[in-house]
């Protein structure tokens, strides 16, 4: 998928997913992610994360800035980009718009 696709995507689902469904999909994630710690960052864990961020439209909800505080987004997102590099990306602008400023250290 190019850039442009995704862009647009993104805008679409924006639109698409209420915030309701945002907090259900978070959640489930959250979910997960407990699970995974559990199973020691075994295959199955693996697979089990990287079925739902390849699934329900997870990452536009991850980056839509609607971050759902009671549930430790920041934590969740930071434990996720420790484990796939994909994310590394959005770990940073998640802390560079919480902390208002941009910084470009890479660390996770």
């Known amino acids: 998928m190019n850039q442009s696709n995704a862009s647009d995507r993104i805008i ?19 979910h997960v992610i407990v699970e995974a710690r559990w199973l020691a960052y075994q295959q199955e864990a693996h ?15 991850l980056l839509s800035g609607k971050a759902v505080d ?3 987004f920041a934590d969740m997102l930071r434990d996720l980009a420790r484990t796939f590099p994909r994310l590394q990306w959005a770990w940073q602008k998640y802390r560079d718009e919480t902390s208002g400023s941009s910084t470009n250290d890479g660390s996770v």
Not at 13 to 21: F, G, L, P, Q
Not at 24 to 29: D, F, V
Not at 47 to 61: C, G, N, R, V, Y
């Open 47 to 61: 697979a089990k994360i990287a079925t739902i961020l390849d699934s329900a439209e997870i990452m536009p909800l």
């Open 12 to 30: 679409e689902t924006r639109s698409s997913i209420s915030e309701i469904e945002l907090r259900a999909a978070l959640r489930a994630l959250h």
């Open 70 to 72: 009671g549930l430790g």
